[in-house]
């Protein structure tokens, strides 16, 4: 039901009503997006004590209970929309990743295995198989009386998927490939569900037939009997205790040259006939591969999603918590602070809220171009990049959000941050493993950084001798009026006499963009100079020059991340209506773009972007926002639409409150009566007064 709360505090430098009505209701509803209801849905289940995460189990206990809540799932219809209806799912590929990521709020390891079941091995089956496959494997992953796992990673090789070891050889007197880990570093490993409950798994190899290498391919393979025991020639370990998603079972896998039915190849993009001639509709091996790679994108979108989530129970608890501890006596000798009223409790929390609700829109985005790449709306290969693109972008940022967000609230709630019932510690080790898995967030920043150099370069490919000649005078001219700071110089004097309109100046949407867009542009400008230098240069000299610049490559594509997050929230602001909520909305959008700043003011100051009369502004104009926004906070973190059943946070249930008011009561009665101890720090100050008074009377 829609709420509104209203404050009246203003700000007497700008004359501004600091605290602007706000419709929570309302903004409910704009953070929940396009798929609303169906969050709504996998809410309600989250809810239920049956999903939730029981802290102190032992692994064998958390692996069987997560196992019988999917279970519970499939009965409950709440994991198939991504599949075909014909299959009875609801070809709702964006609704399914939006459902999914509710599941964090119960338990991270429910998700987790739950997607690696559905959203990882059946995900393949559907998309790199045929209808045949579909046919014959689905049924069964979906009502998950075939449990598997998604065998792509391997000891030696993580990321770098193009360069597993395993192989599979077509052998054409048998018709089968013959499936094979040739030395130790090739062993599967970090697999859910092949540790203990994968019956069968689909497994990345190099495909081999004729005597010639096509690369990286996806086949289907059994791993177990009826009674659980893995078949002849494969073996299988468990990984045995983690730091966190205990509840899944992790495993090594390793085969001895395994047969396996040429039928078995995934086949979408690449087949082996009878005889062993293979064919593909995509004829460059690198283009087909990340073909392949690609379809496999919505890990990466589930996981930014589901950190999000969890960013917002963290801020819940920690909010909360803020606005009831008590602490100090800093303006009052009877009562006590409440430690969201100190300025460093506000500079810890807001920023974080602020980035949580930019990346809230920024996942919206990113859901809606998955929708539309795998719901086939606008299925184009530039789309698939974007999205691609995009989803290497904000998983990163999004899942380092997440673990930052949940240790400081973890601090801002001290001791009992860190007691198990608050969930912020357990939640945090298990969100570890994010940041490295579906790509870890460096190689995929990486892969953005290359796919920006690619655009950069892609600009000039047909331009003439005079756009290029254009451009390089531009770039002189820019970089002669930065280097003499003769655009800084300009912003001074404008300035001048005047610290309002050098604060006024940051708020300005224009400037936020062009500030942010600025920064990007002059960072892949800059590396991609380098890189041109050695272009023509053999490829160990090109390797080792983006070796040298990796650092700023990797700065080059964060940068950029962040102005994607921050056009996504700016575009989210377009459509609230209700001025109140827009306000503070666009105050939140502009603490999470002037954070960024504030943290590469470095950067902006050497490379003359911002005057330093304008930079020393900075700081306390983000201070006066966190002071406006201080009062909403709760509003806010209230308007994530979590319920007690998600947060599940003893900071968060209203206990301190009730502490506190009981412990002033407490003291009021004392004081009000005769029992009441004197302070001896009274008594010293009686004692001085009687002393002076003695000695002014002599």
């Known amino acids: 039901m829609s709420q509104t709360t209203s404050h009246t505090t203003t700000d007497t430098t700008e004359h501004e009503v600091s605290s602007p009505s706000l419709d929570t209701g309302l903004l409910e509803e704009v953070l929940l997006g396009r798929w609303a209801d169906t969050r709504r849905v996998s809410r309600a289940l989250a809810a239920e004590d049956r999903f939730h995460k029981i802290e102190g189990l032992t692994k064998e206990q958390h692996r069987e209970r997560v196992l019988g809540q999917l279970h519970e799932l499939v009965a409950a219809d709440a994991v198939h929309r991504a599949f075909p209806k014909e299959f009875g799912g609801q070809d709702a590929p964006g609704g399914n990743i939006a459902a999914f990521e509710e599941l964090v709020t119960a338990d991270p390891s429910l998700q987790i295995k739950a997607g690696v079941q559905w959203g990882l091995f059946g995900s393949a089956v559907l998309h790199l198989g045929t209808e045949e496959h579909h046919r014959r494997f689905l049924p069964g992953i979906m009502d998950l009386s075939v449990p598997g796992a998604f065998a792509m990673t391997e000891i030696g090789h993580g990321s770098d998927v193009a360069s597993i070891g395993t192989t599979a050889t077509y052998d054409p007197a048998a018709d089968e490939f013959v ?137 819940i608890g920690a909010v909360t918590y803020g606005n009831q501890r008590r602490q100090f006596n800093a303006s009052s000798p009877v009562e006590e602070e409440v430690i969201m009223d100190y300025q460093l409790h506000q500079r810890r929390l807001i920023p974080r809220l602020a980035t949580t609700v930019a990346l809230t829109f920024a996942q919206e985005k990113l859901l809606a171009k998955f929708e539309d790449v795998f719901s086939g709306a606008d299925d184009s290969d530039e789309n698939r990049q974007e999205l691609e693109t995009l989803a290497a972008a904000i998983k990163p940022i999004a899942t380092w959000h997440a673990l930052d967000t949940l240790q400081e609230a973890r601090e801002a709630c001290g001791g009992a941050g860190f007691i198990a019932e608050n969930r912020f510690a357990t939640l945090r080790a298990d969100l570890d493993i994010y940041v490295t898995f579906e790509g870890d967030n460096n190689v995929l920043l990486q892969l953005v950084a290359k796919r920006l150099l690619s655009d950069f370069a892609a600009e000039f490919k047909d331009a003439d001798v005079g756009a290029l000649s254009r451009y390089v005078a531009s770039q002189a001219q820019s970089t002669v009026l930065h280097r003499f700071g003769l655009r ?24 936020q963009r062009d500030l942010l867009t600025d920064r990007v542009r002059q960072m892949v400008t800059d590396v991609a100079g380098e890189l041109r230098s050695v272009a023509r240069k053999p490829a160990a000299e090109q390797a080792a020059t983006f070796n040298e610049h990796q650092h700023e490559i990797i700065q080059a594509a964060t940068a950029h991340a962040e102005l994607l997050i921050w056009e996504s929230f700016t575009e989210a602001l377009d459509g609230v209506e209700h001025a109140g909520t827009r306000q503070v909305l666009t105050w939140l959008r502009d603490v999470y773009t002037l954070t960024r700043i504030e943290e590469n003011l470095d950067w902006y100051l050497l490379n003359g972007r911002i005057s330093s009369q304008r930079a020393r502004t900075l700081s306390p104009y983000i201070n006066r926002l966190l002071a406006r926004l201080r009062p909403l906070a709760q509003d806010i973190v209230d308007s994530f639409g979590y319920t007690a059943d998600h947060v599940r946070m003893e900071v968060a249930s209203g206990a301190e409150q009730l502490r506190q008011e009981e412990a002033m009561e407490h003291y009021r009665v004392l004081r009000a009566s005769s029992d009441a101890p004197v302070d001896e720090k009274i008594l010293l100050k009686r004692r001085q007064q009687e002393r002076r008074g003695r000695r002014t009377e002599r």
């Open 179 to 315: 499936l094979h880990t040739p030395f130790t570093a090739a062993t599967k490993r970090f697999l859910g569900n092949a540790a203990v409950d994968g019956k069968d798994a689909v497994v990345f190899a190099q495909l081999i037939t004729g005597g010639v290498n096509h690369g990286v391919h996806c086949f289907y393979c059994h791993l177990r009997d009826d009674d659980g025991q893995p078949l002849p020639g494969i073996t299988i370990w468990d990984d045995g205790q983690k730091g966190g998603l205990n509840g899944i079972d992790n495993g090594r896998i390793a085969f001895d040259s395994i047969r396996i039915p040429r039928t078995y190849l995934l086949n979408r993009y690449g087949d082996v006939a009878a005889d062993g001639t293979y064919t593909s509709s995509i004829e460059s091996p690198g283009r087909r591969f990340f073909t392949m790679i690609g379809t496999l994108v919505q890990g990466r979108v589930s996981l930014s999603g589901a950190s999000v989530a969890a960013s917002k129970l963290a801020l």
């Open 488 to 511: 800084r110089a300009i912003q001074s004097v404008q300035d001048t006499g005047d610290e309002r309109r050098s604060a006024n100046w940051f708020k300005q949407t224009e400037v």
